[in-house]
């Protein structure tokens, strides 16, 4: 990942949306946020809390509040990531047009963030995990594999049950159980190498 330690310096390097990040950024900043680059990408906040970071994907450009859903919504153009979700909705643009006729909207959810903010506002805890019929076979049978996978995080829990889950046959999320053992015997995530 290129590193760059600012927003001009990050612009300057965009490929991919270069007209429509300068256009966001300057409403963003007409709003009174302070940027920085963090997680390699431009984000905004508001003393010290962050509310919203752009992410230059393929087809589109988004804006990302990271408690979107706990934003009032009206013109309902926030989306969430994924189906695994729970706070973060993005507003998607694909062209400076997109930018302009969303300004408004962009400002009203900037205000409605920080009002979140200013509240304490949090995202509540994720529903307890299920796991996947053949995780819970393992877990009752084998107590040290249960005393590893319950000391994961429960975002390391939820990312093994999601990957596990995620084959439509019980043979293969049971082979995927057995790759992954070892990892989460040794309290790694799915990701951790």
Excluded at 5 to 11: E, M, Q, R
Excluded at 43 to 58: F, H, P, T, V
Excluded at 101 to 112: E, I, Q, S
Excluded at 145 to 153: E, K, M, Q
């Amino acid at each position: 990942m290129e590193h760059y330690p600012d927003v001009d310096t990050y612009l300057e390097h965009a490929e991919g949306w270069p007209d429509e990040i300068a256009e966001l950024r300057s409403i963003l900043l007409d709003c009174g946020l302070d940027e920085e680059i963090k997680w390699g990408k431009p984000c905004y906040s508001d003393d010290g809390r962050n509310l919203a970071i752009m992410q230059e994907m393929k087809n589109f450009l988004a804006l990302m509040f990271f408690k979107g859903a706990l934003l009032d919504d009206p013109d309902e153009v926030l989306q969430a990531q994924g189906p695994n979700s729970r706070s973060a909705r993005r507003i998607e643009f694909t062209s400076v047009d997109d930018v302009n006729r969303l300004a408004d909207t962009v400002r009203r959810l900037v205000a409605a963030a920080i009002d979140v903010e200013d509240a304490g506002i949090e995202v509540g805890p994720p529903p307890a995990l299920e796991p996947v019929e053949e995780l819970q076979e393992r877990l009752d049978r084998d107590p040290e594999f249960r005393a590893a996978f319950d000391a994961l995080t429960p975002g390391r829990q939820r990312e093994y049950n999601l990957y596990f889950s995620d084959a439509k046959q019980a043979t293969t999320r049971r082979s995927r159980i057995d790759k992954y053992a070892p990892k989460i015997l040794d309290g790694k995530g799915f990701r951790d190498r």
